[in-house]
């Protein structure tokens, strides 16, 4: 559901404006693009670029809360602000110009770097730190990949995305979409098209998946090395249950394996530190009669009761039907 917030006092420096007010309707849960609306008019077209909260209660942040919120309007200048102004979100946009799919990227150590850079750390060490001791790849070798092939610079492009068919009308996609923030987004496309089961960013919405379906997607598949492509892409959007931590370390393993990527002798301890990250005790997933399997995750978009999640009944029927297609998926 869209949010409405009246515009209470505002704050401007070179780049940008801040707005400070309280909801009329909806929810937020972190930044998105917006709109500035003036007397039933559109004023900006924008994004929030940061926030904040003053006396938050609960997250997402509801009118009933009374919070304030500070908006951060990028790109707006205080000439186009006026106190009582609305400010509307509309979610995050899609590009008129489509997706850059990049599926050339799955032959590249680099990539696979960016995709698991921030699951690479442990306890005693940041991913920083064991970026080229555990991935073969220097600091300056990963950032310079990301800002050649991630970052828009001064001219905008396409998102890019990794795409791989799992049969004539199913595929799997992530998406790496720069916007209000990052996001990595976990998307299944059928004959209806694509749909986000969950993304990771710094207001993260996860998990996507079941380890039991990615196992089973990736058992559809007849090449090893696409196997492999799958379960890479799909693990960081999922949470595993401490009882398939073993299983899952062993088709990472393999799958790193099967791609010669990173260090061949840090394999394991990258493993490991890959699922410190990942694993749980127990996932909420209950596998629903009417809707098939939920999560009663607070932030999944698979829970349908989240006021997060923007999915609907029929998607989840659409997500049931789609993992249904492979053998010994209830």
């Known amino acids: 559901m869209p949010f409405e917030l009246r515009i209470d006092r505002f704050e401007s420096s070179s780049s940008s404006t801040t707005v400070y007010g309280r909801l009329l309707s909806g929810r937020f849960y972190g930044p998105e693009d917006v709109e500035l609306i003036h007397a039933g008019k559109l004023v900006?077209?924008?994004?929030?670029?940061?926030?904040?909260?003053?006396?938050?209660?609960?997250?997402?942040?509801?009118?009933?809360?009374?919070?304030?919120?500070?908006?951060?309007?990028?790109?707006?200048?205080?000439?186009?602000?006026?106190?009582?102004?609305?400010?509307?979100?509309?979610?995050?946009?899609?590009?008129?110009?489509?997706?850059?799919?990049?599926?050339?990227w799955l032959e590249l150590p680099h990539f696979w770097a960016v995709h698991y850079y921030l699951l690479v750390g442990a306890d005693d060490h940041d991913e920083s730190e064991l970026c080229d001791e555990l991935l073969g790849i220097s600091n300056d070798e990963f950032n310079g990949f990301y800002v050649e092939h991630f970052l828009e610079g001064d001219q905008a492009r396409p998102s890019p995305y990794l795409s791989l068919k799992i049969d004539a009308c199913r595929s799997i996609e992530v998406e790496y979409a720069e916007g209000a923030e990052s996001q990595t987004r976990y998307k299944i496309r059928d004959e209806s098209g694509p749909l986000t089961l969950g993304y990771n960013s710094?207001?993260?919405?996860?998990?996507?998946?079941?380890?039991?379906?990615?196992?089973?997607?990736?058992?559809?598949?007849?090449?090893?090395?696409?196997?492999?492509?799958?379960?890479?892409?799909?693990?960081?959007?999922?949470?595993?249950?401490?009882?398939?931590?073993?299983?899952?370390?062993?088709?990472?393993?393999?799958?790193?394996?099967?791609?010669?990527?990173?260090?061949?002798?840090?394999?394991?301890?990258?493993?490991?530190?890959?699922?410190?990250?990942?694993?749980?005790?127990?996932?909420?997933?209950?596998?629903?009669?009417?809707?098939?399997?939920?999560?009663?995750?607070?932030?999944?978009?698979?829970?349908?009761?989240?006021?997060?999640?923007?999915?609907?009944?029929?998607?989840?029927?659409?997500?049931?039907?789609?993992?249904?297609?492979?053998?010994?998926?209830?």
């Open 202 to 330: 710094g207001h993260f919405s996860l998990p996507a998946f079941r380890w039991a379906e990615v196992i089973g997607l990736a058992g559809e598949l007849t090449s090893a090395r696409q196997k492999a492509q799958l379960i890479l892409l799909l693990l960081p959007g999922i949470w595993v249950e401490q009882a398939d931590v073993a299983d899952a370390a062993n088709h990472l393993y393999a799958s790193f394996k099967e791609l010669d990527l990173f260090v061949s002798s840090e394999r394991a301890r990258l493993v490991k530190n890959i699922l410190s990250h990942l694993q749980m005790d127990s996932v909420p997933w209950s596998n629903d009669e009417h809707l098939g399997w939920i999560c009663a995750g607070q932030y999944a978009q698979r829970n349908p009761k989240n006021l997060l999640s923007t999915l609907v009944e029929n998607d989840f029927h659409r997500i049931r039907t789609f993992f249904q297609r492979h053998s010994g998926q209830a």
């Open 44 to 104: 900006a077209l924008t994004v929030v670029g940061s926030s904040g909260a003053t006396r938050p209660q609960d997250w997402p942040i509801l009118p009933e809360h009374d919070t304030i919120l500070n908006l951060e309007l990028v790109g707006v200048p205080a000439a186009s602000v006026n106190i009582g102004m609305l400010v509307r979100g509309i979610g995050f946009a899609q590009d008129p110009a489509g997706g850059r799919l990049q599926n050339e």
